[in-house]
């Protein structure tokens, strides 16, 4: 396992060496550039400059490897002119390279921290002349690239951030995300919840302590209690607390028959072994049987807490057992290079580059504000989640959302989850004003 | 008056955790004199024996299954663990069940050696030199320990299965009269007599064997025991090792409780400071008194009712606590006067 | 003997003012000529310098500093989102609050010492920052950070999302969009933001200079060397070690705001323990004691940090393209170990190496080569050719 790991490492940053190396030894002069071009880091000669900004090191570093790898792939096939999802991709003006120029790149740790990960955001475009950033895993870091890209005129393509924030009251002209939010996860779970589940249940939330948790319990809350699901508790936790178990002794005593984990990542993980160690899932509580919802699903972590994902609901934003061929080309493309197949968090980076690409390609340059007005209202389809809309009023891409539910009987150690039901895109669809925010101008530099 | 048992059922059960490992760092503060911040390191290390050694009865070979396929719609190649080819399906799967218990044995090993190896490469030559300079180069000892473990076995946590036996939770409602939402998973009060009884071995160990008296001795009065012709210097390798070991089997044991981490001996570092600072430098009793104070403490203050009367108590519980203890009691609750006190 | 000695400390700070302004042509050649970098390495050495205050001179170890760079940053942030994009007014009052407050937490702390008070100023920076991150979200906008804003034109819009900015708008000033900070006009990003740090970093360590040749800082050289002897002589020594631990918090402050100002947003994650840590790794690698090292230290630190963590493997093999094959692969892949991804792993052999065998840092390691130099060239004054340490 870790020898393939490392071998694929090796590969995903190889291609990316030569641009790296080249705009090491050359300084590099922010103001300099934008009187050149008209734009920050107009690319000059035969190339352009992606920046990849993701968290190598902490908690997310394995969600980072991941995103890399994607990006390593999406560049391939951008300069190649076809290859994996460039084959189903609605839009075919891709034809190797963008607007005649080859895609090179330069990767930067986020650390998953906002400051680390603007500095390293900083360095990309100040001294890497990158034209772009993208990648990320959480939405701490991705609000505040996204400031910092608005700023020095660049185009930022989120990675993973599932916050309604992103797009919402802290959205930015420069910036475009293709993920999910804790609102369409709402709007989807809420029906499958009630169908699987039924009405008139008595909910216990455990939430983390910070942005994303508060919105992902408020979301959760907003789409539940139609159905009479009633919030006995809503307790928050610390981030990274590690043991959860004295968050979760009282849920036995409480009255609840349902536990929703608004948890991501490792936090997730302890948590729901935890709470599956306590024998909560296999309780009957008010003539019910016990049930645990996790709203937002990580495979690369689900696959770690093996066992105690059986059964359990939560949303995800793709997933690689889906059969379109979309989805087929990228798994088999990812899976012949890697050999394992590509997280959520791979496929949206991947969709990213590629959509990014193919905009700089039908606006003829990479002028922020032209890259962005070819995005916007942008419909397209054959990236694995069916038709999906570019929303020109938030940069907020809408497509169908997959309600998903841990395996009962895997038959290899990625097949963790299986697809219960795709919610279509009109259902979690909503309009831009509920999430407040201004996208305000453009910014080219 | 369930949901108040169980808290304290769960707030003795955590402070068993965290007795057990601040046990280790208290024992080398108060014989070596040594300020020791890569002990979460050791309790990380000795989880990853855990995992290592489940990795060792997984080494499998390769069967090409002729009914299932793989992710890319292959014929999946089956991985046959060797354990079961050379102990047999009954005996390989019940040693991969109990691959926690058993990494006990690993760790022991293990942290054995490379507390020798650490005392005397590093320790040594620090007896002399400043608690800050302790603190900084076992602090870089820590940051290099973890990132050469995320460079093999990745970021994410490593989730480890308890035996089957124990994996399910215990009905202790029935058994205390409460009722039958009174429940605790067998892990968990299996790691609570596991940590009082390691707990009592140290003592044990230190109370009533020559070694042990020697060492407390050494703890006392150091230049003393030295006149007297012992060579105290090679008993303080032994007591780092023991040391190692115990945090190394309170991380193995710990790992069905929480899924292993790289970065899990940062997290358990600051906690385990203020479990010994709390219960006084140096002082053992004070360490497993202060594990269980905080552990009660913090689950009570996880409950809702009181999180809603003091928001973000349980966050910040365990600091105030030692806050509130080092201002009132210098020494901690059980600490000797004269221990790092410069 | 005193006009030698001011000549030397006039000499060395005249120095260390030229080095610090021609930074971005000395750094040029190793690629870390670029704003964000200098920046950071201007703010991060006021830090060290402050820190070093504390630590070099009195010897007490804290690792709660970074909960005076967290205050700092929310101060500032408030100020712009408040009064004005102006940033006199957000470091003034930044580095009051940073002061304020290490007032507060020192004069709890340093009731106590050695290990004790380490721990009391972790547990103190811990709080802070968990609060910081979750309940106090109404004022630090939590995990998304404290970030400035257009100004709001519907007084029910929480202050978090819209700003009101009272003395711009009374001076009647327009915004299109969000406004960026400035110096009475001089905008703060770039190598103008650079410079502006670089000259608040050169008179903070002319201050310290001063207070460390000042009886001020004998005294708490004294505190370091034997605490009792003065305790026995009756002098109390608690003033002292308030009033440096209060300096070394307005040091952290005044980094703290001028992270905001050049880049305005501000997060929790800034007053982990683990930033104080950080700290401590900067003053020790360059030299704890000394003036100059801590500042050397947070350079070296912030380029490894940027520059380090971004070597890939493709730039190691191409570095390595010089060998066979199978060489080249196992050279990049040993050094991917240390490099890239793995910088953290240099960062902490750096660490122990220093601590192990340079206690003095990279300033006792630069005097041993010169003494070993000036003996060589026969001089009998050794000490002249490298800057002096506070020790």
Known sequence: MSATKDITRRRVIKSGAVAAAAAGATPYFFTRAFAEGGYTNAPKGDSVTFGFNVPQTGAYADEGADELRAYELAVEHINAGGGGMMDTFSSKELKGGINGKKVKYVTGDTQTKSDAARASAKRMIENDGAIMITGGSSSGVAIAVQGLCQEAGVIFMSGLTHSNDTTGKDKRANGFRHFFNTEMTGAALGPVLKNNYGTDRKVYHLTADYTWGYSQEGSMIKYTKDYNWETVAAVKTPVGAGDFSQFITPILSSGADTLVLNHYGKDMVNSLTQAVQFGLAGKQVNGKDFTIVVPLYSRLMAQGAGENVKGIFGSTNWHWSLQDDASKAFVKAFGEKYGFPPSQAAHTTYCQAILYADACQRAGTFKPSEVGKALEDFEFDGLGNGKVLYRGEDHQCFKDVLVVKGKENPTNKFDVLEVVEVTPREQVQYEASLLGGELGPYNNG | MDAIFLQFLNGLDKGGAYALIALGLTLVFGTLGVVNFAHGALFMLGAFCAVMLRKIFNISYERVSETEVDFLGKPLKEQIPYLKGIFGEDLGGFMLDYSVPLSIFLAVIVMGIVGFIMERGLIRHFYKRPHADQILVTFGLAIVVGELIRHYFGANPIPQAAPKAVSGSANIGYLVGLGPNVIYPWWRLVYFAFSVSIIFGVFAFLKFTTFGMVVRAGMQDRETVGLLGINIEQKFTIVFALAAIVAGVAGAMYTPILPPDYNMGMDFLVLSFVVVVVGGMGSLEGAVLAGFLLGILQSFASMQAVQNLLPGISQIIVYLVAVVVLLTLPRGLLGRKGVMED | ?391
């Open chain 3, 1 to 391: 003997m005193d006009r030698k000695t001011n000549l030397k400390d006039w000499t060395l700070f005249l120095g260390f003012a030229a080095v610090v302004l021609c930074l971005p042509i000395i750094l040029d050649p190793i690629g870390a000529n670029y704003p964000d970098l200098l920046q950071k390495i201007a703010i991060f050495g006021i830090f060290a310098i402050g820190f070093n205050i504390l630590f070099g001179l009195t010897g007490y170890l804290s690792f709660g500093h970074a909960a005076f760079i967290g205050v700092g940053s929310y101060m500032s942030l408030w100020s712009f989102k408040l009064l004005t994009m102006n940033v006199l007014p957000a470091i003034a009052f930044s580095v009051i609050l940073a002061g304020m407050f290490a007032y507060l937490i020192g004069f709890v702390s340093l009731r106590r010492s050695g290990i004790y008070f380490s721990i009391l100023t972790l547990a103190f920076a811990q709080m802070s920052y968990s609060l910081a991150y979750s309940v106090l979200t109404p004022i630090t906008n939590g995990e998304t950070g404290l970030q400035t804003r257009a100004i709001r034109t519907d007084p029910a819009t929480s202050l978090l999302d819209g700003d009101i900015r009272i003395i711009d708008q009374a001076l009647g000033i327009q915004e299109a969009s969000v406004p960026t900070t400035h110096f009475f006009g001089m905008a703060m990003s770039g190598y103008t933001g650079f410079y502006f740090c670089a000259v608040l970093l050169i008179i903070c360590f002319f201050i310290a200079q001063r207070l460390t040749n000042s009886n001020f800082g004998m005294m708490l050289k004294a505190i370091k060397s034997n605490q009792n002897r003065l305790n026995y002589t009756g002098i109390h020594t608690r003033p002292y070690l308030i009033a440096a631990f209060v300096i070394s918090g307005m040091y952290a402050g005044l980094a703290g705001s001028l992270m905001a100002v050049t880049d305005p947003i501000a997060g929790a994650e800034r007053m982990q323990w683990t930033a104080s840590g950080e700290v401590v790794l900067m003053t020790i690698l360059g030299g704890v004691g000394t003036l100059v090292g801590p500042v050397l230290g947070a350079g070296i630190i912030k380029y490894a940090e940027q520059k380090v963590s971004s070597w890939n493997e493709g730039i190691l093999d191409s570095f390595f393209s010089f060998l066979p094959e199978g060489l080249q692969h196992f050279m990049s892949g040993l050094g991917a170990l240390f490099v890239g991804e793995g910088w953290h792993t240099t960062l902490g052999l750096l660490f122990m190496i220093i601590v192990i065998f340079l206690p003095g840092g990279i300033m006792e390691g630069i005097r041993r080569i010169a003494a070993v130099f000036a003996r060589k060239s026969k001089s009998n004054n050794t000490s002249a050719a490298a800057p002096q340490p506070a020790e």
